[in-house]
């Protein structure tokens, strides 16, 4: 099959997906998690299930304490997460008090989580630089590998593909489901990242030694060739890590939920990526060096 006579559908397909992403991160943004912004979250769990309906009544009920309440959200049938301001282990006690004298059960406490606000911007500034760190050093590495510009620039082009396909995805959940992120998201895009270069490079290293072998064949043919061979075991590979996804979605519980979600957006973009962004891009590349010469 000809796959590269179908180039620019490709980038039809890519643009389709980022373009929504990009915009919902112009006009939304993230929403960070208190690693970053600094707050509590506790959540509680009832012996009764709690309608959303009765979300607005919670949050009044802790407010007229003098409590300042972000959000409450669900956090299984019959649990709730509320993100509040810092506040200590004994204004939790009198939260739980408040809500058992309204609910008439006393609700178990399961997660209690307090980051203050300095220790919050502090891990936003770290990040950021672990994230420019590491493209550096993709970057750097690529250069290298290949002493090419060309291969390195395509490879980069398709990592930033994948980055903000995954970014957008989290901005558009975050506007409409209002879904954060958290170090567990930075470490399910930093690991993207890699994966996304390390099969695009397993890719060009093949179309790198056909070019050797077959000097006469055109650049287009070569590149189809190369996806030709490599498509299954890039797919195989893929799907080996999409399940293992799917049985943690499931059953993972909620602390993960997210991560697991980051992870298996991010997976199949760079699956798609390293074949129909990286390669295709290097195909355009070359006949426009064509119509130079």
């Not at 112009?26 to 970053?36: E, S």
């Not at 470490?187 to 072998?213: F, N, P």
Request: contains cysteine.
């Amino acid at each position: 099959m000809n796959f590269m006579k179908f180039k620019w559908l490709y980038f039809v397909i890519s643009a389709l997906v980022l373009i929504p992403g990009i915009v919902s991160l112009v006009d939304y943004g993230l929403r960070p998690a208190i690693d970053f912004t600094g707050g509590t979250l506790l959540e509680l769990r009832f012996e009764k299930e709690i309608n959303m309906s009765e979300y607005g009544e919670i949050k009044k009920l802790i407010e007229e304490k003098d409590f300042e309440v972000s959000s409450v959200q669900s956090s299984g049938e019959e649990a709730i997460l509320l993100r509040l301001k810092p506040i200590t282990k004994d204004d939790a006690a009198t939260i739980k008090t408040v809500l058992a004298q309204n609910f008439e059960e006393m609700p178990e406490e399961v997660r209690f989580e307090t980051v203050g606000p300095t220790l919050g911007k502090e891990l936003l500034t770290k990040t950021l630089m672990a994230i420019v760190l590491a493209a550096g050093f993709i970057l750097a590495y690529v250069a290298w590998r290949f002493k090419n510009a060309k291969f390195g620039i395509c490879a980069i082009l398709a990592m930033f593909h994948d980055s903000f396909i995954l970014l957008g995805s989290f901005s558009l959940m975050g506007h409409f489901w209002g879904v954060e992120v958290n170090t567990l998201f930075v470490t399910a895009v930093l690991t993207i990242l890699s994966l996304s270069v390390h099969d695009t490079v397993v890719v060009y290293d093949r179309i790198r030694e056909s070019q050797r072998l077959l000097p006469d064949v055109p650049f287009e043919q070569l590149a189809n060739k190369t996806v030709t061979e490599t498509l299954p075991r890039n797919i195989n590979n893929s799907l080996t890590i999409i399940f293992m996804l799917l049985a943690l979605l499931l059953l993972g519980g909620e602390t993960i939920r997210w991560f697991v979600v980051a992870f298996l957006i991010g997976t199949i973009a760079g699956t798609y990526s390293s074949t129909f962004t990286a390669v295709p891009l290097l195909v355009v590349w070359e006949q426009l060096k064509a119509k130079k010469v």
